[in-house]
């Protein structure tokens, strides 16, 4: 199938090595990894179906907009796990299982694995994340953005203008 990407040796003969090394090691380290990226894909389609659900509770509008960060978040985790199959495959082909004396490891796709696995629990937590503890989170979120923005002299000032409001109010009122 892939003859011409065979190297051969000096007298003409093919090695099977190189070819050996880079095409059939790989193969069921590739495997793993394309399960662990339809694993991931599935939690997020599971994530985007529990999230439409919260917000029909809340009674919020959906837009489009939950649909383009659940595009972007799609981007970014399977484009990490696809780094890492990268990474898992440098290790293989620089055998670095066994010059560590790890030779259990070799061949299987541990940085690939570690990342999934970091994934699908980010995920399962957002699933079960209930839609009132979301919504609490959110408004103390607010709070503290509001905190941050407002200062002491600023809330002083206010409360200042809301009282002299309310007297100018009372004295137009009894006259």
Do not use: W
């Not at 907009?65 to 495959?89: P, W």
């Amino acid at each position: 199938m892939f003859t011409a990407l065979r190297p051969t040796r000096p007298g003409g003969k093919n090695s099977n090595a190189m070819y050996d090394i880079i095409f059939i090691s790989t193969g069921p380290m590739f495997r793993v990894a394309v399960v662990v990226m339809l694993l991931v894909l599935l939690a997020m389609i599971i994530d985007l179906g529990a999230g439409l659900y919260k917000a029909k509770q809340r009674g919020e509008y959906r837009t489009s907009e939950a649909l383009k960060r659940s595009l972007s978040k799609f981007i970014s985790y399977e484009g990490g796990l696809m780094i890492a199959c990268i990474a898992d495959l440098f290790v293989h082909l620089c055998k670095f299982y066994q010059l560590v004396g790890i030779n259990l490891l070799e061949g299987v796709p541990v940085v690939t694995l570690l990342v999934g696995l970091f994934l699908l629990v980010v995920e399962f937590m957002s699933v079960r994340e209930k839609a009132d503890q979301k919504t609490k989170k959110q408004q103390q979120e607010a709070a503290e953005l509001l905190g941050k923005l407002l200062t002491k002299e600023d809330l002083a000032e206010f409360f200042k203008y809301v009282a002299a409001k309310n007297a100018a109010q009372e004295t137009e009122g009894g006259k």
